[in-house]
Nanobody, 123 residues
Framework: QVQLVESGGGLVQAGGSLRLSCAAS????????MGWFRQAPGKEREFVAA????????YYADSVKGRFTISRDNAKNTMYLQMNSLKPKDTTVYSC????????????????WGQGTQVTVSS
């Protein structure tokens, strides 16, 4: 079992930055992939980025490429999402997830989920 807890959300002006954290506890296996997703009310969950826990391979959604950076600290069992040049359309709840299907974008391939953290970008 893996528990995930996000933090770092908040309110920021357009063009600003935030860093989200996802602390993992429990049985963390090196074969895990961890990812960030976001979901606005009434919309489907959207893939943001994913990182392989073992070798650090990364994959981004086109909508955030060049603005967001995913990283992990294996010693702290923590994943991060550095979000720069934020836009109002980035406003939504961000959730982290863990799974072992590789660098996949489908949320159904992730097994464990955090509770989410709200990011609000004002114009």
């Amino acid at each position: 079992q893996v528990q995930l807890v996000e933090s770092g959300g908040g309110l920021v002006q357009a063009g600003g930055s935030l860093r989200l954290s996802c602390a993992a506890s429990g049985r963390i296996f090196s074969t895990y992939t961890m990812g960030w997703f976001r979901q606005a009310p009434g919309k489907e969950r959207e893939f943001v980025a994913a990182i392989s826990w073992s070798d650090g391979r990364i994959y981004y959604a086109d909508s955030v490429k060049g603005r967001f950076t995913i990283s992990r600290d294996n010693a702290k069992n923590t994943m991060y999402l550095q979000m720069n040049s934020l836009k109002p359309k980035d406003t939504t709840v961000y959730s982290c997830a863990a799974g072992y299907a590789g660098l996949v974008v489908a949320d159904s391939e992730y097994t464990y989920w955090g509770q989410g953290t709200q990011v609000t970008v004002s114009s």
